[in-house]
């Protein structure tokens, strides 16, 4: 009878922990890597809501990104939307392998001068 009951118990325990590794594993997988994250700056020639494709000139090279609705856009420490993206703003994107866009972060206006 113990011993019935000791390997129901260790039958349960093996099945909790593979149920758990691959809980793990899937959380891994989905999150992207901020070490195969890359990070361009540059200011934004064109912002196409029909494609999804934001373009960026780098001062040495135009590169087209990919967006949707897990991108995030943040302008100094405000987090703000999508909308508020210009031609002509300075960003900060960081996007993975495939040139899809993660974060875009916008550099705030310049304070207008006074004279």
């Given at each position: 009878m113990i011993k019935k009951i000791?390997?129901?118990?260790f039958a349960c325990l093996l099945v909790a922990s593979f149920?758990?590794?691959a809980d793990?594993?899937?959380t891994t997988m989905t999150k992207p890597e901020a070490s195969k994250m890359m990070?361009?700056?540059g200011t934004v020639e064109k912002m196409d809501a029909k494609t999804h494709t934001l373009t960026i000139n780098t001062g040495t090279e135009t590169k087209s990104y990919t967006y949707g609705s897990h991108t995030s856009y943040?302008?100094?420490t405000k987090k703000v939307k999508s909308s508020v993206l210009k031609d002509?703003?300075?960003v900060d994107v960081y996007a993975d392998s495939k040139n899809v866009l993660h974060?875009?972060?916008i550099e705030p206006a310049a304070a207008p001068t006074t004279h």
């Open positions: 000791s390997m129901l118990v149920s758990f590794a793990a594993a899937k990070k361009v700056s943040m302008q100094g002509g703003d300075k974060k875009v972060e």
